[in-house]
């Protein structure tokens, strides 16, 4: 069997998210981790939050999740739950090409905060040395990405 985690992966078609996907080279423009039924991401002008996910994938223009296999979900429950209400890292989108670090434990910018929830949990395809981390880059680590988005398009 195994624990799994869903990483969701979302795209709207307004001015914000056509922006964030251009600064990130992404076709999506929003991450979120789901847990036993609990959303956790970071969102601009709300920061980091909780949500029931029961109709998540509705609230965007196109959401797509992958089952990542973990080893220590609690782990990342333990770290998202200490992060609920730090804020937006703006800063990590507007000046993605000159970080030095995305580690910052004052504020987070969506994917950020779904990578380092995943590294808590024992999910170890992501370089933490890394000065960035965009949707693009959880969406080409996570094996199944593109099946899944293939699926979807198919309905």
Partial sequence: MGVYMKIWFCKTTDLGGWLIRLLTFSQWNHVAIEIDGVVYDAMAGKGVRRMSAWGFEHRWDKA??????????????????????????????????????????????????????????????????????????????????EEALQAIEKM
Avoid at 86 to 94: H, I, M, Q, R
Avoid at 97 to 118: D, G, I, N, V, Y
Wanted: proline share 6%; aromatic share 12%; charged share 25%.
């Fill in 64 to 145: 797509v999740s992958i089952r990542a296999r973990v080893k220590d979900k609690q782990a990342a429950i333990d770290f998202l739950e200490s992060q609920i209400g730090k804020p937006y890292d703006w800063v990590a989108l507007l000046a993605m090409p000159f970080r030095t670090t995305w580690q910052s434990p004052h504020r987070w910018f969506c994917s950020e905060l779904a990578a380092k929830a995943m590294i808590m949990a024992g999910h170890r395809r992501f370089n933490i040395e890394a000065f960035r981390v965009t949707p693009r880059d959880l969406w080409v680590a996570l094996p199944g990405a």
